[in-house]
T-cell receptor, first 114, second 114 residues
Framework: DAKTTQPNSMESNEEEPVHLPCNHSTISGTDYIHWYRQLPSQGPEYVIHGLTSNVNNRMASLAIAEDRKSSTLILHRATLRDAAVYYCILRANAGGTSYGKLTFGQGTILTVHP | GAGVSQTPSNKVTEKGKYVELRCDPISGHTALYWYRQSLGQGPEFLIYFQGTGAADDSGLPNDRFFAVRPEGSVSTLKIQRTERGDSAVYLC????????????FGEGSRLTVL
C-alpha cells in the first residue's frame, strides 16, 4: 500500500481555521485520498475524499496538490468537537490486493484550545 | 439506530479462552470490515467481506483468528486460545460497496485478556 506521512500532532484555537497536511509521494494514479477522524472512545468517522480536484463538503475542504503528492484537510472554523485524531489514507480504486480496504497510519492528533 | 452495532461493548476473558465478537452492519451494506486498534495506534486491518465471502483476509494475524458472515449481513469474529496480546478494541465497519464510498464504523468491542 502507498504510504502517507502526517505530523504527529497539531494545535489550534477555537473558531480559527486548521490546515492538516499529508504527504503521499508514492501515490498511484488510481488512488483516492481519504480522510477519516476518530474522536475519543469512538470508531473512525468519514470526513472527505478526493482524486484530483479540490473537494468541499459540510465538514471540511480537501485541497489536493497538482502533482497529487500531497494534500491538505481544511477545517474552516475549528470547534472543541473537532478535537480528534485525523487520518489521511490512500485507497486503491482498481485492482490489486489492497482494493477496497483502508490502511490507517498513526494520524495527526488535533488539539483545539478554547 | 441505523448505525453499525457491535456486541459486546466490553469483554474481559482469561488467557486461553475462546471469544466471539459480533457485528451488525447497516442494512443493505454489502461490504464489511474488521479492524483492531491498540492503545495509541491507528486501526489495523484484519479482514474484509464482500457479501458472504472474505475478499481479503490478509490482516488476520494467525490461525487463532477467524471471521464469518454466513448470510451476508451479521459477522462474527472468533478468537481461539486468547493471549494477552489480543487485548485491543475490535472495530467493525460496513459500506455500500467494497470499492468506493465511505466506511461506517461501529463503536468497537473492547477485549481485555487477563
Amino acid at each position: 500500500d502507498a504510504k502517507t506521512t502526517q505530523p504527529n500532532s497539531m494545535e489550534s484555537n477555537e473558531e480559527e481555521p486548521v490546515h492538516l497536511p499529508c504527504n503521499h509521494s508514492t501515490i498511484s494514479g488510481t488512488d483516492y485520498i481519504h480522510w477519516y477522524r476518530q474522536l475519543p472512545s469512538q470508531g473512525p468517522e468519514y470526513v472527505i475524499h478526493g482524486l484530483t480536484s479540490n473537494v468541499n463538503n459540510r465538514m471540511a475542504s480537501l485541497a489536493i496538490a497538482e502533482d497529487r503528492k500531497s494534500s491538505t484537510l481544511i477545517l474552516h472554523r475549528a470547534t472543541l468537537r473537532d478535537a480528534a485524531v485525523y487520518y489521511c489514507i490512500l485507497r486503491a480504486n482498481a485492482g490489486g490486493t489492497s482494493y477496497g480496504k483502508l490502511t490507517f497510519g498513526q494520524g495527526t492528533i488535533l488539539t483545539v484550545h478554547p | 439506530g441505523a448505525g453499525v452495532s457491535q456486541t459486546p461493548s466490553n469483554k474481559v476473558t482469561e488467557k486461553g479462552k475462546y471469544v466471539e465478537l459480533r457485528c451488525d452492519p447497516i442494512s443493505g451494506h454489502t461490504a464489511l470490515y474488521w479492524y483492531r486498534q491498540s492503545l495509541g495506534q491507528g486501526p489495523e486491518f484484519l479482514i474484509y467481506f464482500q457479501g458472504t465471502g472474505a475478499a481479503d483476509d490478509s490482516g488476520l494475524p494467525n490461525d487463532r483468528f477467524f471471521a464469518v458472515r454466513p448470510e451476508g449481513s451479521v459477522s462474527t469474529l472468533k478468537i481461539q486460545r486468547t493471549e494477552r496480546g489480543d487485548s485491543a478494541v475490535y472495530l467493525c465497519a460496513s459500506s455500500w460497496t467494497g470499492t468506493t464510498g465511505e466506511l461506517f464504523f461501529g463503536e468497537g468491542s473492547r477485549l481485555t485478556v487477563l
